[in-house]
Every structure is written in structure tokens, then in C-alpha cells.
């Protein structure tokens, strides 16, 4: 007869709840990615928007269009549309909301870092481009406003 330790399944209770508080913490980043995505946030496209811009994943066909109002340097109205899957539209749609009431150049300083705290977890290189494509959109299309109205980029 083989002998197979066990003593590793030997857990006590304080493991145990912090083991089940980490598995219900990814769960409901996964409930929060499904939710935004069956019922996202902020899409359509507005009458006369101050900036558009669209950016494309040709790794994956994922695709966000982002539209956008600014007054007195803040962004005022936001919304997308979209193709893809459901990281790259769960995300531009909890972007969108993170983003409203944000001056351009705060929107401009943003990294992947802002889009990773939005979702918490950490995601490999193929599905990275996928969760930043709102981002890029919306910061290109600031940029060409910048340009656009001949404003100074801080």
C-alpha cells in the first residue's frame, strides 16, 4: 500500500476563510465583468459630440467606438459602441463610468494600471490589448480635441 500525506489538506479555520473570501472576490469580478457586459453602461452615440474615435484589435476583431463631450476641459458625456468580447466590453463600459466627470488631462495621465484596478485581476498580453481598447479610444480621441482646438497638453 502506497502512503500519501495529507497533511497539506489540513487547513485550519482562519486559512479556510480567507481561502472562501478570495474565491467569492473572484467571483464577483467575474459577475461584475458579466453584468457590464449583458447590460452595459453608456452606449450609444451622441448628437454632436466634441470627439470620436474608434480603435480596432486585429488580433481579435474587438472593436470600440468612443464619443465624447468637453466643457471647460472636463468630459461631460460619454458614451461606446462596440464588437467583441466580453472583456473588451465590460471594461469600455465600466471605463465610461469611471470616466465622466474627469478633467482630459486626468483622462490623459491614465494607464493600464487604471483599467486593471477596474477589474482586479491581472490579464496576459493578448487579453490586455483587449481590456485597454476603451482606454486608447478615449484618449486618442482627446488628443485629436487637443489638436483640434489648438489646447496645451500638460
Do not use: W
Amino acid at each position: 500500500m502506497v502512503h500519501i500525506d495529507t497533511d497539506f489538506l489540513k487547513l485550519d479555520y482562519a486559512t479556510c476563510i480567507i481561502l472562501k473570501k478570495e474565491m467569492d472576490t473572484e467571483q464577483f469580478k467575474r459577475d461584475k465583468l458579466l453584468e457590464h457586459y449583458h447590460h452595459p453602461h453608456n452606449v450609444g452615440t451622441l448628437q454632436e459630440p466634441d470627439f470620436s474615435s474608434i480603435e480596432y484589435n486585429p488580433s481579435c476583431g474587438d472593436q470600440i467606438q468612443i464619443e465624447g463631450q468637453i466643457q471647460n476641459g472636463v468630459l461631460t458625456a460619454l458614451v461606446f459602441i462596440g464588437s467583441g468580447c466580453i472583456l473588451s466590453q465590460a471594461v469600455a463600459s465600466m471605463f465610461t463610468e469611471v470616466c465622466k466627470g474627469k478633467t482630459i488631462h486626468e483622462i490623459l495621465k491614465m494607464d493600464k494600471e487604471v483599467v486593471l484596478g477596474l477589474i482586479g485581476m491581472s490579464l496576459g498580453p493578448t487579453r490586455l490589448r483587449c481590456a485597454l481598447l476603451g482606454l486608447y479610444a478615449l484618449q486618442h480621441g482627446i488628443q485629436a480635441y487637443i489638436e483640434e482646438h489648438e489646447l496645451e497638453s500638460e
